[in-house]
């Protein structure tokens, strides 16, 4: 499907983007990996670092020319308001929004005709638990840069995002209440997120741009209130 296009991800190495990483190889693409942790064929690189992505993009377009495919995946610490410094907030920042961002800057005139950009947000992007602001406010930002940049890039590059909610990167099957509570009835694995990314790249999308997709078996969907349909609130008294 995707024989002779090149896809770049961030935070390849390993869970979800390692997941899609394989996917993109499997059906035919040449795949660009940038990760903090060593992978094999991957550029090693803090992709907060400005120069790390100056180094990788440059390395992308030395090797191949274009790029047909950039998924934005790596992921942004999560540390809540009463631990978080400065300096992890705003590195939170750089992971999660400013170089989905300035990556698109450097690939932007070597992007192929028919070029789709996927980012990878989080269902928390609209929804939270205690002390998670970082990752929270990072994942809510991509999603928002989403829509800005498929308008600013209409005609050339096509632009979405996912939401993954409980996705678990072992691949283990859960049963009980962990798959019960979920309207699919299961817990999410990264082949969940991979197929629609895939999806999201592929000719069949030509037509989707701007938009978020939640892929979280339905959760954010449910209304949960204290003592109806079986749901209780413990709060540890």
Not at 55 to 62: L, N, P, Y
Not at 193 to 198: C, P, Q, T
Request: proline letters at 5%.
């Amino acid at each position: 499907m995707f024989t002779g296009k090149v896809a770049v991800i961030t935070g390849g190495a390993r869970g979800i983007g390692k997941c899609i990483a394989e996917e993109f190889r499997q059906n035919g693409a040449a795949v660009c990996v940038i990760d903090k942790q060593p992978c094999e064929g991957g550029f090693s690189g803090d992709i907060a670092d400005e120069g790390s992505l100056r180094r990788f993009a440059d390395s992308v377009i030395a090797a191949h020319g274009r790029i047909d495919f950039l998924i934005n995946n790596a992921l942004p610490p999560m540390r809540g308001i009463d631990e978080c410094t400065w300096e992890e907030f705003n590195y939170a920042l750089r992971v999660g929004v400013t170089a989905p961002f300035y990556l698109t800057k450097l690939f932007l005139p070597h992007f192929a005709p028919g070029a789709a950009i996927v980012n990878i947000s989080s269902s928390r992007d609209r929804m939270s638990q205690p002390q998670t602001e970082s990752y929270t406010a990072a994942k809510g930002g991509i999603a928002a840069l989403t829509h800005a940049l498929a308008v600013s890039l209409a005609g050339r590059v096509r632009v979405n995002s996912i939401s993954p909610g409980w996705i678990d990167t072992s691949f283990r099957r859960y049963a009980g209440p962990d798959a019960l509570q979920q309207p699919a009835g299961r817990v999410g694995d990264p082949l969940d997120i991979a197929n629609m990314a895939l999806y999201l790249c592929s000719d069949k999308a030509g037509f989707i741009t701007g938009e978020n997709i939640c892929i979280d078996g339905g959760m954010t969907r449910q209304m949960i209130y204290h003592g109806d349909w079986g749901w209780r609130l413990d709060a540890g008294e």
